[in-house]
């Protein structure tokens, strides 16, 4: 059902989600681009004339930005969102509960000291989540400066209860619901226990737009860890669904239930998946009465990505593991696939002066079979003016038949008796076992539970990066505590226990958007500095991964 | 000279600096400390009706403050420099030039997005001045939100031109001045090399009063290490001089020249020494054509810090070292003093509400002459909760007489070639030794330039702990390029005297602020953390600290 036209009773309300500020921020060819779409994003919302702009979370891409994000956004926000063109819509609702954890909790454009002229709504992603002490988030530092109303944040571990933004323009009422990320397994815990439920306006309960923004996974990546779309109240009219990358925007209808699910997608590629190679594209929601209509705007500003699979085994005739110069071949078969790709890419490019010059290109080779990987560093020499990626360009895989051992030469030591079978477990597999293992252990459990707590919710969730430099951190300054507290050997064996909850843990929480060789890589990283620190810490050698 | 009363000629201006938001944030007694006092700064500004705030620099500990601090920060600024007071004086300069840097390069109360009732201008300082590459710092942050005037900031490092901003309040015309942290000795060859100029208002040169705000070292650390107040020029009325912790607010004419110098001081303690004993004032500056009056305000929310000298030498009657029990004595003595210390502070506190409860109390104790020092553990256990700081109560020295060789066991390995007279040299004359050195190795003083630059720049002025860790970082993210790049073993030797350069830089930096002791604690845990890198990187054997 869609408005026919535009009128004083209509919303119009620009949505994007996953903008990832900050995502290769010191890259030298792509580090401005998550600053250049922000712009391009917040430049739509100011010509088209929204009433306001709803973000799905991940509006960072680092928990802790740096100061260079920070102030570029300020500034973006500044920019296009503060003028004299007024807010045609109300709050109905009371602002103190919608906005209850913020030192000043009203909408921005209401706040007589600031000139707002598009209120940017944004609930928090599994990027930019609430963490330490005073469990603020890169959002609250917007919102303490008036720019950005940040809103659907939960305390509670246990219990959800999500009380709309009511707005009302006109004859139009939208009861905006939003939910910041929730790790998936405790999400999907608390909706099959009934311990989430949405509140609802008492007052003509069925002339209300029921509008939810939710960041969580959408896509199964295991029995528990997503949220199942059934699991949303019926009478919700349309959901906008962050977290997933791939821009599926157009509202689609669930099937058992009659809700729509929106799904805009990141406006930067963070990932070299086929998902992310879809055309992204920001939805301009108009909503009149109980009517909407989604208007997808293409974004001009990103660079393209361009992916292709080859499998070597399927070219007999071309390529034969016995000759001695199949490698040759095999690499010249690729650049001319990596020509053709770059053509593509080229001509998609013309016409279109905002799109970045260099694309990215991903050739994925599965070479199964017998054939070697040539040498991807020589190869992307060739390519280091001309991609925006060269150091990627190829990613060597098997998927056909059964894979060498060393493909997951993941030794998790303690966690796993090393039967030559964990050898081919899945790394997930083992992290359960692990899990399995430590719930017999009461000691463990209680460890896990008081010791860590905070410590790790704030290592999860993150780059893979960030995430080692937290770890060092974070261990560092617990050693210097432990060395002045002079503890027992019994208690440092407590704190080898933790640092593979550590890894495991983030593993967990990170199965979700990490690839598993990019997992590995970091559990390796993170097993090779802890266990060299000087002092008496970090995994025994029982437990100490194989050389890299 | 002193204006009669306020009218509407009258500037207001609020003075103050050095407000250190964040320090110790994450102390359990003190974490707060920074947060309330500056609130209380501010409440004094809102209830004086000031025109504007005016602010030395370090209004930030950590160059890149946490979340939470800047969250406070913003907050405080946002509840107290917004609102409807008209603000009653006009910009005459070219906010263009006075402003450039700035993505809004225009005062924050002209701003028609922002109602801003109290105007803040300030400069920074060495604890927040600008790093990285885009050469940003945390009041940029502020001042991109709209709630600071960032001004001050010279580009070059050769050559400053500082280019006041003309304020006018009805008759009064003052140039205000502002000149950002620069590395004492750089800004000291500057002024000696004629390359400091401040320009003057072509029309009615005399009619301004000429007001300059420094942060920089005022006392001599060094020879060239300071600014000597008579390189200011004359033709200024004030100085409002950052850095120095001291509370000397009264303006206090310099001998030379007829400026007068007023400082301001620290509004909290961090270091316990003497001058952080003073108490600590802000100032409300009246201007009134030439004519000026600097009124004290004592802050109440500053925690209280009692300072006092035991020398043990000083007393035969009560010591003597060859006293099998001289120890337990010592400990008695010290421990009657520290009652006595908080007797008074007590005594203090009583009648003020603000007043936080626990006092700061240091006891310096001059063990010369044969003594031992007692267990610092033991004895801060007794004043846990009594103090604000039970860790350091007792800071054990010797001043008279010869020191014993432990004192200043700090091996620079490479950097001097070990005579024994180098136990008895001080770490600064060991920094001198080096660069006189290294000036004559053009390949090293070429490595220092061009590969150091920047990152040094990073490290330097900082709090150790923080140093600590952004050397880590560096190094790491370092050692995985390097590791890529495959270099050979020549160019590995250049790392480490790169890490030597960072250690004796970071030194040379922070001699004027850092104590002795703290900074020997400081290299020595980075270059055990540096060696310990399973990488082939960090300080050679022959260069390694002794254990600690």
Redesign the interface.
């Known amino acids: 059902p869609s408005p026919a036209q535009d009128d004083e009773d209509t919303f119009k309300i620009l949505v994007a989600t996953d903008i990832h500020l900050g995502y290769l921020e010191k890259d030298p060819v792509r580090g401005n681009d998550t600053f250049v779409t922000f712009n391009e994003i917040l430049d739509h919302a100011q010509k088209n004339e929204v009433d306001f702009v709803l973000l799905g979370g991940d509006l960072f891409h680092e928990n ?1 930005p740096s ?2 994000t ?2 570029s956004c ?2 973006s926000l ?1 920019k296009y969102c ?3 063109r007024p807010v045609q819509f109300e709050i109905l609702s009371d602002q103190a509960v919608n906005f209850h954890y913020s ?2 909790p009203w909408v921005n454009y209401q706040d ?5 002229s598009i209120p940017v709504f944004s609930i928090h992603g599994n990027h930019d989540d609430p963490t ?1 002490a ?1 469990a ?3 959002l ?2 917007l919102s ?4 950005v109303n940040h809103f659907g944040r939960s305390t509670s571990v246990e219990k959800i209860a999500i009380s709309p933004i009511l707005l009302r323009k006109g004859r139009t009422k939208i009861a905006l619901y939003g939910l910041g990320s929730i790790p998936d397994e405790r999400l999907y815990r608390m909706f099959v226990n009934k311990q989430v439920t949405m509140l609802r306006p008492k007052e003509d309960e069925d002339s209300w737009f029921n509008l939810f923004v939710i960041h969580q996974n959408r896509s199964k990546h295991g029995a528990t860890n997503y949220i199942p779309e059934q699991f949303l109240d019926d009478f919700i009219d349309l959901v906008v669904w962050g977290h997933e990358h791939e821009c599926k925007i157009t509202p689609f209808q669930n099937e058992q239930q009659r809700f729509y699910i929106s799904q805009p997608g990141s406006s930067v590629v963070t990932s070299l998946s086929p998902g992310e190679a879809v055309k992204k594209h920001i939805g301009l929601l108009h909503v009149k009465g109980k009517k909407m209509k989604m208007e997808k705007i293409a974004l001009e500003t990103v660079r393209t990505f361009h992916i292709e699979d080859v499998v070597l085994a399927d070219h007999p005739d071309l390529f034969n593991p016995d000759n001695p110069n199949v490698t040759q071949a095999i690499q010249a078969f690729c650049m001319e696939k990596v020509e053709l790709m770059l053509d593509n890419a080229e001509r998609e490019r013309l016409g279109n002066p905002h799109q970045p010059e260099k694309p990215i290109i991903r050739l994925r080779v599965d070479y199964a079979g017998g054939f070697e990987p040539f040498s991807i560093y020589r190869f992307s020499q060739k390519y280091m003016h001309r991609v925006a990626n060269p150091k990627d360009i190829i990613h060597f895989f098997r998927h056909r038949g059964q894979k060498e051992k060393k493909d997951i030469d993941l030794n998790f030591g303690k966690l796993v008796s090393r039967p030559t079978e964990a050898m081919t477990l899945r790394v997930e597999d083992l992290v359960k076992q692990y899990f399995q293992t430590a719930e017999k252990k009461v000691q463990l459990s209680l460890l896990t539970e008081r010791g860590m707590g905070e410590a790790v919710q704030e290592f999860v969730d993150k780059e893979e990066k960030d995430a080692i ?1 937290e770890l ?2 974070f261990q ?1 300054e617990k050693t210097q505590r432990f060395l002045k507290e002079r503890r027992t050997e019994a208690e440092e064996e407590k704190i080898d226990e933790e640092v593979i909850f550590c890894c495991t843990h983030m593993h967990r929480k990170r199965s979700n958007t990490c690839r598993n060789d990019i997992f590995t890589t970091v559990v390796r990283k993170m097993v ?2 802890i ?4 002092f008496h810490i970090g995994l025994g050698k029982s437990t100490r991964m194989g050389q890299a």
């Open positions: 802790k100061r260079k920070v102030h300020l500034e500044r503060m003028g004299d030192k000043f007589e000291n600031l000139n707002i330490g005073d603020l988030c890169a609250d530092i303490c400066a008036g720019l430099e060092v951190k560092l090779d500095i266990s060299s620190y000087p």
